[in-house]
């Protein structure tokens, strides 16, 4: 008997294969949808970082180069090409320049070592449109925009220009408001530090200082008020032999100090940072101190009393709160003068510019003297200029005032040429700023104030008085306080300039 055998065959049929390839058909492609999508996301988020960080970097830099610009203008591209090939125009200026060309912002720099410019790209914007400078009120206003693929960034800032107010003439931003266009012509500089030595000069009646000062007191009898302090660095001190009383403490560092017929109270501190002292120190009553390479008992000769009776020190002991402390440096266990610094008045000052004096007011009544225009500067008879540089034809000296004067040049004060003033006196209340020697010359003096400038000479045909007293403007029994100079110093920190 023949039996057949059938074999069993396992395996996918054709429908449960078209089935299964449909579903991984589906979920191939959303895996695929899936990482597309996040590739495009992660594109467009890195596009637009892109753009953001370009802009903002491009943002940041301008807003350095501009901020503390003295002098900058918004001007068009194809004046600043003809700038830029036409050196000249601004040689006494060196002028560099930001401006929009071919969707790009772009720098000139000018170099002073060789007067050429050399360019550089701030930001390839890849946009024709977004990128300029506007005017607006007295701020700049700067406009960036970025484009990569279809991610665009516009970023807008208004910049003061701070600086503006603190050149002299004050500088503007030309052109009318809202002028837009697509360069600027600028100068840029760093910020004008503060006058910081400005407050600690306010401490004091006297403070003159120049490496150069010839400082002389002659014919003059100095006797100035209780409590009235003295700071002088130059190159040579001497003090008349008439009988000088100083009953407030005195710094002074020079390379001769001729000491005359001077004394000191025992209450004040006398630092003197000098390398050779001619006269007698017997009048020495104060709490001294000399250099700490001073000899003692003997210094160039001089031979002062024992140290117990003139109470010597070297500066290095000087104590760290004590008055004179603001103007020594310390490195390690040894202290030495600071150099302080009268800082030059700038030219031809504007005081009706409001933004510059605001508070002292800008009319002919103002309590500010300036002296302007071309020397000789000079105070004859009591007739001192009005803010705006015109000279009374009147005596307008007014004690009964706080009142400033400032002066960018040597000064003299002399009343003696027509003798019609008794007593002979400049019976002056206030600041006297100068940026170069002030001298007083004949006659007996009742000044009341502050005195910084960069030379003193005080001198008289017959033997006089000079008879001074200091004077802050304030109230307050706080040493230093300088309150009352408030409104002062914001003008002086804004009318002169180390350089």
């Known amino acids: 008997m023949f039996i057949s055998q059938h074999k069993k065959y396992y395996g996918f049929t054709l429908i449960e294969i078209i089935v299964t390839m449909a579903i991984l058909t589906i979920v191939c492609t959303a895996i695929f949808s899936m990482f597309s999508y996040n590739t495009n996301v992660f594109q467009s988020s890195t596009s637009q970082s892109n753009v953001q960080s370009n802009a903002r970097i491009a943002m940041d830099y301008i807003t350095k180069e501009t901020r503390y610009a003295t002098d900058l203008n918004i001007i068009t591209v194809g004046t600043c090409r003809d700038e830029i090939l036409n050196k000249t125009l601004y040689k006494n200026k060196h002028y560099n320049y930001i401006y929009v060309e071919s969707s790009s912002i772009n720098q000139a720099i000018y170099s002073d070592s060789d007067s050429t410019y050399t360019t550089k790209t701030i930001l390839n914007s890849n946009s024709s449109t977004g990128n300029y400078f506007t005017k607006i009120n007295s701020t700049l206003g700067i406009n960036v925009t ?97 009988g000088n009383n100083i009953h407030g403490n005195i710094a002074i560092q020079a390379d001769t100090l001729t000491w005359g017929s001077t004394a000191t109270s025992s209450s004040y501190d006398c630092l003197l940072d000098v390398k050779k002292f001619i ?168 000044f009341s104030g502050i005195i910084i400038a960069k030379n003193f000479i005080v001198t008289s045909a017959s033997a006089q008085n000079w008879n001074v007293s200091f004077n802050n403007n304030t109230v307050s029994n706080t040493p230093g306080d300088i309150t009352g100079l408030t409104n002062i110093n914001a003008i002086l920190n804004k009318i002169t300039t180390s350089h």
């Open 146 to 242: 970025c484009k990569e693929g279809k991610k665009t960034f516009a970023l807008a800032s208004n910049i003061l220009l701070s600086n503006f107010a603190l050149v002299t003439p004050a500088s503007t931003l030309a052109g009318s408001q809202g002028v837009t266009d697509f360069a600027i012509r600028y100068i840029a500089t760093t910020p004008i530090a503060p006058y910081s030595d400005l407050v600690d000069f306010e401490k004091n009646m006297l403070n003159i200082v120049d490496p150069n000062a010839a400082i002389s007191f002659s014919n003059i009898n100095f006797s100035p008020s209780t409590g009235t302090n003295i700071l002088i660095q130059g190159k040579t001190v001497a003090f008349s032999n008439s």
């Open 279 to 446: 006269g007698s120190p017997n009048g020495l009553n104060s709490n001294n101190y000399g250099p700490d390479d001073f000899q003692t008992p003997s210094w160039n000769g001089v031979v002062p009393p024992p140290a117990g009776n003139c109470n010597w020190h070297i500066i290095s002991a000087y104590p760290d709160n004590a008055y004179w402390s603001y103007m020594l440096t310390k490195s390690n266990n040894t202290k030495s003068v600071k150099t302080m610094t009268v800082r030059t008045i700038r030219n031809d000052i504007d005081f009706t510019d409001i933004t510059l004096n605001p508070t002292l007011g800008s009319s002919p009544s103002s309590p500010i003297h300036y002296f302007k225009g071309s020397p000789p500067y000079k105070i004859i008879d009591n007739k001192l200029p009005n803010c705006l540089g015109n000279i009374s034809s009147t005596q307008n000296v007014d004690n009964n005032k706080y009142e400033y004067i400032i002066c960018p040049g040597d000064l003299t004060i002399d009343i003696s040429h027509t003798q019609n003033i008794s007593p002979r006196s400049f019976d002056f209340k206030g600041v006297i700023y100068c940026n170069g020697t002030v001298t007083i010359s004949n006659l007996d003096s009742n």
